[in-house]
């Protein structure tokens, strides 16, 4: 595994982590405690030490089979979650950024994960006027200095959000976290630029394309009534399952796995610190984490050699 600092705040992290928002059960599997604790396990192993989950991936459940799972090695991991919305059902959430209201989902999620601060608390992708809301960010520098708060990073929606971006540093922001893949590229144009400006760490979630860039589906697949990705992708569903057998049949090299070279593709960005993409089972994160074993080609990103690669 290899590490980088993410942007100011100096944290070292693995250049791959794990994304939890499945255990939240939204993604049409239902997990236990064992198997989250295998799949975290297998994330320790293979020297992963970089999870990101949320107060609503589920109401607070994915943090409480995380703060489960690492009971006890802590200090091992670098957890971080979000703020901002309450979670009803499943995908039935409403947002929230009253400062008090925030405190207390903070406060939520601190006995959740079974500790007393978390690494990074990002705000979850609010609308302008909701990052703005008055007090807010002051609220959020009182938990910081009280030490329930490492740092402090944003999530931001859409990945072309250069508002809050521009802002990040104003607000005591040290991480931007954005949806980056093969398929969705919209953070070139301005907020990946903004970030290697301000030196801001760079999550990239959904590297995968849930899913679609594991080369598993193809146009015409389906989903079940209880995965995200019936609701919310049905409309360009088979448009982006066609652009992605374009791409496995021009750009992914004969004999490479197509979900390791996605993975690949994004941390080869000059900007890009790390990649989250989900799994369901320790063979996935196994999978995720030897993205190092391959060779991708050349980086189509802008002002690659910016930055030394490891593929």
Not at 205 to 223: C, E, Q
């Amino acid at each position: 595994m290899h590490y980088r600092t993410l942007g100011r705040t100096g944290l070292k992290i693995s250049v791959v982590g794990v994304g939890t928002w499945q255990f939240g059960g939204e993604w049409g599997v239902n997990f236990t405690q064992p198997e989250v604790d295998a799949i975290l396990g297998s994330a320790a192993d293979c020297g992963i030490n970089f999870l990101d989950t949320a107060e609503c991936y589920g109401d607070h459940l994915s943090e409480r089979f995380i703060g489960a799972a690492i009971a006890g090695q802590r200090e091992k991991w670098i957890v971080a979650t979000k703020f901002g919305h309450h979670f009803h059902k499943c995908f039935d959430r409403t947002m929230h950024f009253d400062p008090a209201d925030v405190v207390r989902q903070l406060d939520a999620s601190l006995e959740a994960l079974r500790t007393d601060y978390v690494d990074l608390l990002q705000c979850h992708s609010a609308k302008d006027t909701e990052f703005d809301t008055d007090g807010l960010w002051a609220a959020l520098l009182r938990e910081q200095a009280k030490g329930k708060v490492r740092h402090l990073g944003l999530s931001i929606s859409p990945g072309s959000n250069i508002y809050q971006t521009d802002r990040a540093v104003q607000v005591g922001a040290s991480t931007i976290q954005v949806v980056y893949n093969r398929l969705q590229r919209e953070p070139e144009a301005q907020v990946l630029p903004a970030c290697h400006r301000d030196h801001l760490g760079v999550l990239a979630r959904v590297p995968l394309a849930s899913g679609f860039l594991s080369g598993k589906y193809k146009p015409g697949a389906t989903f079940p009534a209880s995965d995200v990705r019936e609701a919310w992708m049905k409309a360009d569903r088979d448009t982006k399952l066609a652009e992605v057998q374009r791409i496995a049949a021009t750009e992914v090299p004969a004999g490479v796995p197509m979900a390791q070279w996605a993975l690949a593709w994004c941390l080869k960005h000059p900007a890009v610190t790390a990649v989250i993409p989900g799994c369901k089972s320790p063979e996935q994160v196994r999978a995720n984490a030897a993205v190092f074993s391959i060779d991708i080609g050349q980086a189509t990103h802008p002002q690659a050699g910016e930055r030394a690669c490891y593929f």
